[in-house]
């Protein structure tokens, strides 16, 4: 079965994502540190797909997240070389980021959230070495990424190019969604885990306390005690999980809500940042002033609102990627059985859970979006076996992190 809390925790990440980015508000990220969370969560789920499909998975998960830059691309870069951005080979990152790909003045600013896409195609990248290397010696493996991050903050590897500073900064939050998929966290249960997140906490908060940001205490300028408090918060948050979250659709709208911020994350995400930007100034005009609660509330209500209306007109291309039927707006009731089952993929779920990993669950797009069933799945699901004699059960079935800026404008990027 699918876990909820899992897709309720990836929509709320993405909604704080975009609200950070209207606001700036700097506790947000103390409250939620949504980027690793993202990151925690597209680790465990990696995991499952390279357990299904082995080292194919990553080209799976390829084909799911670029078409998406693609379309945008397709919008920006074009304006961006009316602009003034020079045409030269590098244009060509637009279409596989693996470092970050040109942009122009506006347009660096606009589509800064790209920082996103780079470090996941390299942690995907990554992956099939990394989960071998995690399953021989998980310790060393997870603590590597942030040794290598305190190498780098404290001097030892001053120049280390932006790529490997995020390994440090990121990949070992990508590592406990291994610790998650293969059932491990779940394993130590709380009395192991919630000492181990006060302890990373503690520290964690030492350090952003004593090396405050140009921003104060924002996260995204305090890269060590971003990465322990992450890592504190998704001991608890993940580690702690529960199997299950049936309040999640209790009521039909915020299920369906929550249903459509997974399938279309990537979207979201991608193309939020260029209406904060194309906002500010025009708000301002008008006098919604970012100093102004209610000048913020509506650019907030605007920002969702023209999010929105592209997901609508483009959104569709993540169901395409994941070999789905596209859908306007993702989440409603299925007609039929096939189709019930076919909209009914499996969140990441620790291994040693329940059983282990859900091997006919689909895998979500990109930042934790939708998923997309494996080939040769049947259209209909099996029919749980059960023993003799059972009885039925009774009931119904590379600039600074998160960059900032209101007029000043933010983006998520380390």
Known sequence: MRNRYLDLLRSLAIVRVVVYHVTGWATLTLIFPAMSVMFALAGSLLAASLDRSGPTAVLRRLRRLLPSLWVLAAVFV????????????????????????????????????????????????????ALWLFRRAPLPTLLAPYALLGAIEFGVLPDAPTVLREFGLYFGAWLLGFAHHDGRLRRLGARVLMPAALVLGAAGLAWIRTH?????????????????????????????????????????????????????????????????????????????????????????????????????????????????????????????????AAAAPASPAGAGAAGGPDRIGRE??????????????????????????????????????EQVATVELSAERP
Do not use: Q
Request: charged residues 15%; hydrophobic residues 50%.
């Open 212 to 340: 405050p940001g140009p921003r104060g205490y924002d996260l995204n300028d305090i890269h060590l005690g971003n990465a322990l408090w992450s890592a504190a918060f998704i001991l608890v948050a993940i580690g702690c999980a529960p199997a299950r979250a049936a309040h999640v659709d209790r009521a039909a709208l915020p299920g369906r809500v929550v249903t459509l911020l997974n399938r279309r994350a990537l979207t979201i995400y991608l193309w939020h940042m260029p209406f904060v930007v194309a906002l500010t100034p025009l708000v301002d005009v008008v006098g919604w002033s970012h100093r102004d609660p209610v000048g913020l509330a509506i650019r907030v209500v605007l920002v969702f609102a023209l999010v929105g209306l592209v997901t609508v007109l483009v959104g569709w291309v993540e169901d395409v990627a994941a070999r789905r039927g596209p859908e306007l707006l993702p989440g409603g009731r299925p007609r039929t059985v096939a189709a019930r």
């Open 364 to 401: 979500p797009v990109g930042a934790g979006a939708g998923s997309a069933r494996p080939a040769g799945a049947a259209g209909r699901l099996p029919a749980p076996r059960r023993p003799a004699g059972s009885t039925r059960p009774g009931g119904p079935a590379g600039n600074g992190v």
């Open 78 to 129: 074009p304006a961006m070389l009316l602009t003034g951005l020079p045409l030269t080979p590098k244009v060509l990152l637009w279409l596989f980021p693996v470092s970050d790909p040109p942009a122009n003045g506006w347009g660096a600013l606009a589509l800064s959230v790209i920082w996103y896409l780079r470090d996941y195609l390299w942690f995907v990248l990554a992956s099939p070495l």
